[in-house]
């Protein structure tokens, strides 16, 4: 079956950077489009960056756009996303997804901006 494993969430100061992993399995990882989508205590799941593959056609939310990168290494099965520049509003639980028909989803990575 499907499994997303994220890690590499924590706290950081504002200004900072992070970097995220997502490892998948139990699909055709290099066929499928991967995302990141973090969700904010009391907010919906948001999505803020996509790649495709093949491909690997990136899209990025404006808010995170000369911010965040996102990549993938197909060879590895893990999909990563930089982030550069952190504000405290990017403070959320990070979510990997799969889209195979219909979105799937680890169980999360928290990062945290805070002085």
């Known amino acids: 079956q499907v499994k997303l494993v994220e890690s590499g969430g924590g706290l950081v100061q504002p200004g900072g950077s992070l970097g995220l992993s997502c490892a998948g399995s139990?699909?055709?990882?290099?066929?499928?489009?991967m995302s990141w989508h973090p969700q904010a205590p009391g907010k919906e799941r948001e999505l803020v960056a996509s790649?495709?593959?093949?491909?690997?056609?990136?899209n990025y939310a404006d808010s995170v756009k000369g911010r965040f990168t996102i990549s993938r290494d197909n060879a590895r099965n893990t999909v990563y996303l930089q982030m550069n520049s952190l504000k405290p509003e990017d403070t959320a639980t990070y979510y990997c997804s799969a889209l195979r028909g219909r979105n799937y989803w680890g169980k999360g990575t928290l990062v945290t901006v805070s002085s």
């Open positions: 139990g699909f055709p990882f290099s066929a499928t489009t």
């Open positions: 790649i495709s593959s093949p491909g690997g056609r990136t």
